[in-house]
């Protein structure tokens, strides 16, 4: 296993000693519940895990209660979907315009895809130019507007700033939604200069553990109905439907959308991820090397610009799947298939492709070893 090149850091990062060590001694030594004890043992887990919001916080330039821990982004943009479309709110999206793009990761676009069919709200896409990018010219009216910050397929990073404010141009109302999955993982996120309602991401690409992310809310008590309910969310509760008089008070962001026990192991992981993140970001060098190489062969078909964060690309006439196999069993770890990105595929008029994405562990001989495999197999 250890002769493996991996190069897929889009689909997950490869985890620093840092992040395991946290984890490993928080399991060993200090294990406990959070939001749940009053022992010492306990209060210790709370302070870990409001300092990790805290963390999270200055990443993204928000405020902790801004900061919602969820199960990563396809749950974020999930859980999102169903607080926007909140009837006691007022919010529910009957009618709505809901702007997507085909720049879109399938969890960023089909939970409001699907609510198309439940709540007859409108699908509009947001127009792309020649590059594959996300214009904000020609903005139309949307009332939600579902933002790629950046493709896992393509891998540039969009002007969201300048997207939420044409969107607010035509509608002052319109509610911003962003996924970050992959801008995260090389560029600063800044929430108060994209100046959007929502925004997502995953830990685990960005070196910390699975089944955690994060949901920015820039106004959390605007949503006034939470979208899952259970322990550690209710301040209060004064009746029951049996008395026929179900009457309860939420807590005050971020418990609020934070029901049930929380994957407290990989939040304390998590900084430790972000300051490794912040000192060593993925050279991007090791991408231009690529493409300036694959590019001159002519068996090789490249997507992506030069700039891109990764590299996408296909080998005519070789099904992705057997590419994809065949240099797998040679040890280069990359993607193949759709990417989770089918309407990008859909408008490249392929069915798949290959992806390259290198995270702060790979080096350049990471590359040049990977880009010989690839050379021979589609020779
Ligand atoms: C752009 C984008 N959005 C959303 C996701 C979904 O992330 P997760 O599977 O961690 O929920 C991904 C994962 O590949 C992604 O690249």
Redesign the pocket.
Known sequence: MNNIIYLDT???ALKPESVIKAEMDFLHESYANAGRGICARASNVDNLVANARARVARFINAKPEQVVFT???????NRIAHIINDKVCGTGLKNKIVMVSDL?????RLPFELLYDSDSCNIVLCPMDAQYNLMCSNMQYADVFVI?????VMGIPQDVAGLVAAARKKNPDVITVV?????VVHSEIDVQKWDCDFM???A??IGAD?GL?IMYIKNPERWISPDKFGGGMIAKITGSAIEHNVAFQWEPAPAKFEAGTLPVTQIIGLPAAIDYLVANRPDLNLIKYLYDRFVKNPRIRVITPRDSTLLTFYVPDMHILDFGALVGARGVCLRVGN???SWIHRVLKLDGTARISVGSMNTMGDVVRAADIIESVVK
């Open positions: 889009a689909a997950s199960a990563g982004t396809t749950d974020g943009m879109d990761h399938h969890s960023a790629t910050a950046m493709s896992n996924d970050a999955a992959q801008y997502c991401f995953s685990h690409k699975t992310g990417m989770c990105a």
